[in-house]
């Protein structure tokens, strides 16, 4: 009896050694439950402009499946709400959010920039909105909104430029900033290129880093320095912004 109880111990004390070691050869991710819940994984590698160093850890990213449909975070009925007052759709709006706090509400950037949608205080300010309010999700979604309707006038784009290109120059001035964008547009007409093409606009934007042209006198916002991280955020965010069109319906 005693050698039969020796050999079983030592029996489940090998196959819990192996278990373990199979956990840390192969180990898995644990995924949030209720109801039919499905993590959605970064779908393409990021990199954070503005919004770098926040204060608070990154909020979990769920799919929930509810009869056929999937939605894209706890924000959902938030972003429809915000689109359907600007005219954005509600799945950019997910995508801006993923890329700038991960769908963190309480996320503070070292520049200032804060929420789901990294708002800067001087754009609460520009719409009359006082900072504790502009916290809140809705809120920080609406001001991006109105950010992004700001941004589109601003870049006075005629009917013939491209779906393609507006969301490329419209996300690039959110990301690096309206005046570089302007700026890089005048350089762009004054060399007799398009103006409206991201292509080229993105070049310009590359060549604000130079002295001989953002001393340029067309320019207004001086020397730009974002261009890795503006070309890397519209590139993830239009990326993310596919990728919620297929999984999520209006």
Same mark, same amino acid.
């Given at each position: 009896?005693?050698?039969?109880?020796?050999?079983?111990?030592?029996?489940?004390?090998?196959?819990?050694?192996?278990?373990?070691?199979?956990?840390?050869?192969?180990?898995?991710?644990?995924?949030?439950?209720?109801?039919?819940?499905?993590?959605?994984?970064?779908?393409?590698?990021?990199?954070?402009?503005?919004?770098?160093?926040?204060?608070?850890?990154?909020?979990?990213?769920?799919?929930?499946?509810? &009869?056929?449909?999937?939605? %894209?975070?706890?924000?959902? @009925?938030?972003? +429809?709400? #915000? !689109?359907?007052? =600007?005219?954005?759709?509600?799945?950019?709006?997910?995508?801006?959010?993923?890329?700038?706090?991960?769908?963190?509400?309480?996320?503070?950037?070292?520049?200032?920039?804060?929420?789901?949608?990294?708002?800067?205080?001087?754009?609460?300010?520009?719409?009359?909105?006082?900072?504790?309010?502009?916290?809140?999700?809705?809120?920080?979604?609406?001001?991006?909104?109105?950010?992004?309707?700001?941004?589109?006038?601003?870049?006075?784009?005629?009917?013939?430029?491209?779906?393609?290109?507006?969301?490329?120059?419209?996300?690039? &001035?959110?990301?690096?900033? %309206?005046?570089?964008?302007? @700026?890089?547009? +005048?350089? #762009? !007409?004054?060399? =007799?290129?398009?103006?409206?093409?991201?292509?080229?606009?993105?070049?310009?934007?590359?060549?604000?880093?130079?002295?001989?042209?953002?001393?340029?006198?067309?320019?207004?916002?001086?020397?730009?320095?974002?261009?890795?991280?503006?070309?890397?955020?519209?590139?993830?965010?239009?990326?993310?912004?596919?990728?919620?069109?297929?999984?999520?319906?209006?």
């Amino acid at each position: 009896m005693f050698k039969k109880t020796v050999l079983t111990v030592s029996f489940l004390t090998v196959l819990a050694i192996f278990i373990s070691s199979e956990r840390l050869l192969n180990p898995t991710q644990s995924a949030v439950q209720y109801d039919s819940v499905q993590t959605i994984l970064p779908l393409v590698s990021t990199v954070e402009a503005t919004t770098s160093n926040l204060t608070k850890a990154p909020a979990t990213i769920v799919a929930v499946k509810k &009869s056929g449909n999937r939605s %894209i975070s706890a924000y959902d @009925d938030m972003m +429809r709400r #915000a !689109a359907a007052e =600007s005219g954005h759709d509600w799945r950019l709006l997910s995508a801006i959010a993923y890329h700038e706090s991960r769908f963190n509400p309480e996320a503070v950037s070292k520049v200032g920039a804060f929420g789901l949608m990294q708002i800067m205080p001087r754009v609460a300010e520009q719409f009359n909105v006082p900072q504790e309010e502009a916290f809140e999700p809705e809120m920080n979604i609406r001001l991006a909104s109105k950010l992004l309707n700001k941004i589109s006038r601003s870049l006075k784009l005629s009917d013939s430029a491209s779906e393609e290109d507006r969301l490329s120059l419209m996300l690039a &001035s959110y990301v690096g900033g %309206i005046g570089h964008v302007r @700026d890089a547009q +005048r350089l #762009a !007409a004054k060399y =007799s290129e398009d103006p409206e093409n991201w292509e080229v606009v993105s070049r310009y934007l590359e060549l604000k880093g130079q002295p001989e042209y953002y001393e340029d006198s067309v320019v207004r916002c001086g020397r730009f320095t974002g261009i890795k991280q503006t070309l890397a955020y519209v590139r993830n965010v239009k990326s993310h912004y596919d990728k919620y069109c297929e999984v999520a319906t209006h």
